[in-house]
């Protein structure tokens, strides 16, 4: 039987929400062990001068716990 727990991060890209999402991944990866998923929560840009400065995403990342 395994146990999972899930912790929700923020990550930002100047590129797009996909980058964000991979950057978000790619870190999550090197702290966590385990991680099986993650759940896009939230999607937000920031804005400055009429235009689009960068793109956020919060996420839950579902890691399994070791035994």
Not at 11 to 29: H, L, V
Not at 35 to 44: L, M, N, P, S
């Amino acid at each position: 039987m395994s146990v999972a727990r899930v912790t929700e991060i923020t990550s930002s890209s100047k590129k797009s929400f996909d980058d964000a999402i991979k950057q978000g991944i790619d870190r999550a990866c090197k702290t966590l062990k385990n991680v099986e998923g993650a759940w896009i929560q939230d999607q937000k840009v920031v804005i400055s001068k009429g235009k689009i400065v960068a793109y956020r995403v919060s996420m839950k990342v579902t890691f399994i716990l070791a035994e």
